[in-house]
């Protein structure tokens, strides 16, 4: 990048490190990372004051390929770091990038407490459902049923959903996108819009170790049966319109659920259709725990409600409490019970 | 300790028997409030000019079942009108609130030393639970000392009985009527401590008078003769010390004093990120505190994030702290070896306890030397530095700060439960006594086509780039790093180059610190004594009463743990032999030996405890058998030719 070159004028090119890119050709990877310099050229952010920091798996390579700042740190704590960067400096522009085994996994608790604290930064969380980088084992969002070095057998254990991890954990902003998809621009910059912890889950096709498994939703075709993209005060619809096909997603009062309703001649209301409130917590539970088959890929911004973030709060508790205070090292000192040596004898001071 | 004005030959050291120092133990139930009894007489005979030193022992539980013989907390103070080193081997007065105090504590009473107990709690059920089958005072069990046994509860009950407080609440002033017995045992006014309880329960004035009537009718208690002959007053004159004005000091306090002046000196902000854990989170309180010094403090969900969000601030731009103990050490481990190869400046205080594992949570011990000079994967040096005393912490903290903003290291400070504990004398430093070390941030590009990150100084040091700064844009982590740009590199020659240049890095860290002093005797000689950390009062005071019998003994003290200091090979090798005290099972000792091919020999403890100055005297005593003046010790080696001399092993 040239210094002279103004913020606005950047583009994705400006927003390419020097450095040789080493996923294994194919990878969803690429596609996120080409979404996440788009979306910097749109913010007109400034490299200088954008930091990206990840823990250790392949999504974690990715701040080596980002002309900004990056932190490369160690497995699972790439929260932690980040909680030290925005505390110290909230002026720079903190984003997060980690994946299933080491956001969820080794990294579980600090993911839980990043997002409980709504620490203002950007967690993208790339999804593949697997351990890439060692290999190939199951991790803890794969299905019951994965094959893999260490479970030849197929895993027994049931995976965790991220979102729902994510609002549990007391999120303000969730969102669900995936590597291919044209919109995962808009919704990165709907995270960095929210003030607080944005979570977002990317679903990212490992073609080396776990191929094509989101293809179901994913996939180009008939995507619009399988895909629920959901935009603030807009009906929950999906489906083809074109062929008068249209589906609604409508609340089961009785149980309590949600359920798939028909649209007939375009007459959502009748049908029952939510309309999409970016601060409706209950709908978002929901969402997030819709099973997919029965039901579309909820997609796009789910949860969006903002509250104060840690670092404000801190900083303005701490303004608070030093409001009048010299900070005199040598007072602090001598400070409380003392006494004074002059010759043999001691008097109080 | 703070108080030493001299070398040892002007220091009329307190040999035994010592009739210008008194040792007291206070010992009670954990709800007794002994810590705050023993923390407030610590006060009242600082304030009376004396030197002290004391020693905090308590269980491990918060408030372990009332009456047993787990259960007791004890508080023990050495003072006098002479320099005091330790907080005394042995007790002259033992107060036991209760029968399992009395047990557990009584054993280590000179004998002749006087007891003072609380027959009020002395019950057929607390003496069971203290596994008495009859109660001691009544039996002749306790003859080799003096007894002076009364009913402490119902003089306490009688005294707050205006102030009409229940049963339970009057009761919890036995703790100020027995200080005020003993501020009266020990001539010690009354009016600073009177003050600190009308503070204290300012919300609660009712409290306050209860509190000051139990402690007035205690010091008259004293006073009317009521205890008839049994003790006497005594006044310790004050100790002549440097003029100047004092308080006391806990380690924890000097710790966290000497982090804040540290950064101060470096120009810097402070980030503190801890995780609640004994003895380590009382700096964690205390910096809370000093928010006006521009330090932020984070208490984190675990060890690991503690010291992550620590570089993450370090990496911003701040100082980044975090603090722990051995078990939540060993969880940073990795955390360190990322500071180490992304180079970022970082202290790490580590207030030792005993191991492993769990161990001893509230006892001391000094055996994660080990842990923190190897224990990390890979090649991953990284300064240490010992503090040998509360008041010395201050200093050490300083000097941790300054080596990891200059070198651009994690630095590791070690300290342990006694000395964040223990309180003393300090003569208030004067901040401006130190020169300050500002910190200077890259704030240009540095290569002729970019940014590098990682071009080293003639020290081998990189610069601290924050992020924010414009045009200067890198990445780092903890992948192995090609010189000057840091891009991903892990060829075989690299991977050599950079492992050796963050050693020689370290390694250059000895050019900057002062050369090793000999702190009692002098270089070259039969036998050197050599300590680090919380040993230092008991060998100062065995070394110095050795002397005093004539034997050729130095005490060497060592601060800087790694790097060495550059002239101490040369040192060691001077003595004939070197000895080693550490309350672990010999760490220093094999580091010694492995650096300068020196018998360096063993001396070690690990009961929690820590040495007496007769014990070390005893060690000290083994080498001089035979020699006049020497009375002996407990040990004597079998024959002499079996200890060959170092100049014989390494000449």
């Known amino acids: 990048m040239n210094d002279m070159t103004p913020i606005s004028k950047l583009t994705i090119k400006d927003w390419e490190s020097d450095q040789e890119v080493r996923w294994c050709p194919g990878c969803g990877d690429y596609a996120i990372l080409k979404a996440v310099q788009r979306t910097m050229v749109d913010l007109e952010a400034d490299p200088a004051k954008t930091v990206f920091v990840s823990g250790i798996g392949c999504s974690s390579r990715f701040p080596y390929y980002m002309a900004s700042y990056g932190f490369h740190t160690i497995h699972g704590r790439a929260p932690a770091f980040a909680t030290g960067i925005k505390v110290a400096n909230p002026e720079l522009d903190v984003w997060l990038v980690t994946g299933d085994g080491d956001g969820m996994s080794i990294g579980g608790n600090h993911t839980m407490h990043l997002i409980r604290r709504n620490l203002n930064c950007q967690i993208m969380l790339f999804n593949n459902e697997i351990y890439g980088l060692t290999k190939g084992q199951y991790s803890p969002t794969s299905r019951v049923g994965t094959s893999s070095p260490s479970t030849p057998g197929g895993s027994v254990d049931r995976p965790m959903l991220p979102c729902a991890f994510a609002l549990g954990a007391g999120a303000r902003f969730v969102a669900r996108g995936f590597d291919v998809s044209k919109n995962l621009p808009e919704v990165l910059k709907a995270a960095h819009a929210h003030h607080g912890a944005a979570f977002i889950e990317i679903f990212q096709n490992c073609i080396v170790y776990n191929k094509d498994v989101f293809e179901d939703f994913a996939a180009p075709k008939g995507a619009e049966d399988r895909q629920l993209w959901l935009k603030n005060g807009e009906p929950m619809l999906f489906g083809n319109a074109k062929t008068g096909d249209t589906k609604g997603i409508a609340l089961d009062a009785e149980k309590l659920t949600l359920k798939v309703v028909d649209v007939v001649d375009g007459d959502w209301r009748a049908a029952g259709v939510i309309v999409h409130e970016v601060t409706n917590r209950s709908i978002a539970h929901m969402l997030v725990e819709m099973p997919f088959g029965a039901f579309p890929m909820a997609l796009g911004v789910i949860y969006d409600d903002p509250r104060p973030t840690y670092e404000d709060s801190v900083h303005q508790q701490d303004a608070k409490l030093i409001a009048g205070k010299q900070a005199n090292l040598a007072k602090l000192l001598a400070k409380g019970q003392t006494w004074t040596v002059s010759g043999t004898a001691a008097d109080p001071v | ?651």
Request: glycine share 10%; charged share 20%.
């Open chain 2, 1 to 651: 300790m703070a108080t030493i004005l001299a070398e040892d030959e002007d220091i009329a050291a307190s040999h035994a028997p010592q009739p210008d120092a008194v040792v007291v133990r206070f010992a009670g139930d954990s709800g007794d409030g002994m810590q705050l009894t023993g923390g407030q007489f610590t006060l009242s005979t600082a304030l009376s000019g004396n030197d002290l030193a004391t020693f905090p022992d308590f269980p491990a539980e918060i408030r372990a079942p009332q009456g047993t013989l787990f259960g007791v907390s004890a508080f023990q103070i050495n003072f006098g009108s002479t320099a005091i080193d330790t907080a005394g081997d042995q007790p002259d007065v033992l107060v036991a609130m209760n029968p399992a105090a009395l047990k557990t504590n009584v054993d280590a009473l000179k004998p002749g030393g006087l007891i003072i107990a609380d027959t009020g709690e002395f019950t057929k059920r607390n003496l069971e639970k203290a596994k008495y089958a009859a109660s001691p005072i009544d039996d002749d069990s306790l003859a080799k000392w003096q007894v002076l046994a009364f009913d402490i509860s119902a003089l306490t009950l009688e005294a707050v009985k205006p102030f009409g407080l229940g049963n339970k609440e009057a009761l919890r002033c036995k703790n100020m009527w027995t200080l005020g017995l003993a501020l009266w045992m020990f001539d010690r006014e009354r009016g600073p401590l009177i003050q600190w309880l009308k503070d204290k329960f300012a919300k609660n004035p009712v409290l306050a008078d209860a509190n000051i009537a139990a402690l007035n009718a205690g010091h008259a208690y004293g006073e009317t003769a009521e205890i008839g002959g049994h003790i006497k007053q005594q006044h310790l004159d004050p100790v002549p010390s440097a003029p100047g004005l004092y308080r006391t000091v806990t380690g924890a306090e000097a710790i966290s004093y000497g982090l804040v002046a540290g950064a101060q000196l470096a120009g810097l902000k402070m980030f503190f990120g801890g995780y609640p854990i004994t003895p380590a989170s009382a700096i964690l309180h205390n910096l809370v505190k000093l928010k006006e010094f521009g330090v932020t403090t984070f208490q984190a969900e675990d060890e690991i994030a503690a010291i992550c969000s620590a570089i993450g601030a370090s990496y911003a731009g701040q100082l980044g702290v975090t603090s722990s103990s051995g078990p939540g050490i060993a969880l940073k481990g990795e955390a360190m070896g990322l500071a180490v190869m992304t180079e970022l400046p970082l202290v790490i205080v580590n207030s030792q306890r005993g191991g492993p594992s769990t161990g001893l949570p509230t006892k001391t011990e000094q055996s994660d030397l080990y842990q923190a000079v190897y224990g990390r994967n890979g090649d991953t040096p990284l300064p240490v530095v010992a503090a040998c005393s509360p008041s010395d912490a201050y200093e050490c903290a300083i000097e941790a700060v300054r080596i990891a903003v200059q070198f651009m290291t994690p630095v590791m400070l070690l300290t342990d439960g006694y000395i964040a504990n223990a309180a003393e004398p300090w003569l208030v430093p004067d901040p401006a006594d130190h020169a300050p070390f500002p910190v200077t941030f890259l704030e240009d590009m540095n290569g002729p086509d970019g940014v590098l990150p990682y071009k080293r100084d003639a020290k081998g040091v990189r610069p601290w780039i924050k992020p924010g700064t414009p045009g200067l844009m890198h990445r780092i982590g903890g992948i192995e790093k090609a010189v000057d740009t840091g891009n991903l590199d892990y060829s075989p020659e690299t991977h050599q180059l950079q492992t050796d240049a963050r050693k020689e890095k370290v390694d250059g860290v000895a050019a900057s610190i002062p050369p090793q002093e000999v702190c009692l005797g002098q270089s070259g000689g039969k036998l050197a004594v050599v300590g680090w950390g919380s040993t230092y009062g008991p060998i100062h005071q065995a070394v110095s009463r050795s002397r005093a019998k004539g034997l050729d003994v130095s005490h060497i003290h060592v601060r800087h743990i790694w790097p060495l200091p550059s002239n101490l090979g040369a040192l060691l090798h001077s003595y004939d032999r070197v000895l080693v005290p550490e309350m672990n099972t010999g760490q220093f000792k094999t580091v010694l030996r492995d650096q300068y091919l020196v018998d360096a020999q063993p001396l070690n403890k690990v009961s929690g405890q820590p040495f007496t100055i007769a014990e070390l005297e005893a060690a000290v005593a083994t080498y001089f058998d035979g020699a006049p003046g020497n009375a002996g010790g407990d040990e004597v080696p079998a024959d002499d030719t079996q200890l060959p001399s170092i100049k014989g092993v390494n000449p």
